[in-house]
């Protein structure tokens, strides 16, 4: 069985990352291939194994290079002097968790892991002349050159993108143009193919305002902007459908009759993703080169160190960027496979010819 290296990054020390990565990594035995690297502080993960009362066994090392068992390793990114403050937020708390996901983001990059789970970050200690990002879907869209990204909230029973992102809502409708729509609509349409193997993707496209604008009473950006775009997408061969009210559309259920949800911003589609599936829930890049999940919570610092955590998201997390991954590396040896058939009749037609 091949091998897989899964590279970690805890995010906010003082949050429950730890934690979470801990708990979750009793569970590895579900992947027994695994390769495990944490990015991060032998110091910190020792402190919350001691918290934990955890007997999980790693080993420090100091390169991926190092990690060629089935383990769990972990490189030291921090200062040796770092120390935890539980539910706080603060700049050692920032640094270390940039200097942890710039360190496994060039081991990615280098093809030293294969997948990225994060934990979760603070959007405001970890801002520097290193990450001034909103959050880590922008700083990877730039670090891989992904000029087109998506944020995609994913569960058992729910899929959900946003058109706009990490923006203030009163920049929303300014931002949202047909182009943008149409682009996310090709992105989530390619990933659900592509990376969780959805033959014929149905789509649902959310519309901005109350009653989708009730033919302009209330807005009419469903009328200028939405319905061109699902009209475009439609030419393309993209099942989508819409654009729906959010609110019936979530509490009638009609969201299970679809592959996937674009929601038109942030907590459109994030609020009732959370309320559904809030124990379950993993954050994915899609449209990034590389594969990237995360658990759908936060740092959760009121719960920080009283090994109160539910890990089952970071579990669903680790489970999908293998699934994704494995997906990924079926289609592309499908498409080898592919082009050898081709290459092979192409030159049997040569050698007749001749």
Known sequence: MTKIKIGFTPGDINGIGYEVILKSLIDMKNIPNAVTIIYGSPKILAYYKKNLGSNVNTTTISSAEEAKNIGIYVINCNSE?????????????????????????????????????????????????????????????????ADKCLMLMCSESLRVGVATGHIPISEVSKNLTKELILEKLEILNESLKRDFVVRKPRIAVLGLNPHCGDHGVIGNEEETVIIPAINDARGKDILAFGPYSADGFFGSGDFKKFDAVLAMYHDQGLAPFKALTFDDGVNFTAGLPIVR????????????????????????????????????????DLEESRHNVDDYNINEINTVDE
């Not at 603060?90 to 990615?108: C, I, P, R, Y």
């Open 293 to 332: 999940t995360s658990p759908a919570h936060g740092t959760a610092y009121e719960i920080a160190g009283k090994n109160q955590a539910n890990y089952l998201p970071m579990c669903n997390a680790i489970r999908m960027a293998v699934d994704i991954f494995n997906n990924r590396r079926s289609l592309t």
């Open 81 to 145: 002097d770092i120390r935890v403050e539980a539910g706080k937020s603060n700049e050692v708390a920032g640094l270390a968790s940039f200097q942890s996901l710039e360190k496994a983001v060039t081991d990615l990059k280098n093809k030293e892991i294969d997948i990225l789970v994060t934990g979760p970050i603070n959007k405001w200690n970890i801002q520097s002349a290193g990450f001034n990002f909103p959050g880590h879907t922008e700083y990877l869209a730039q670090q891989f050159n």
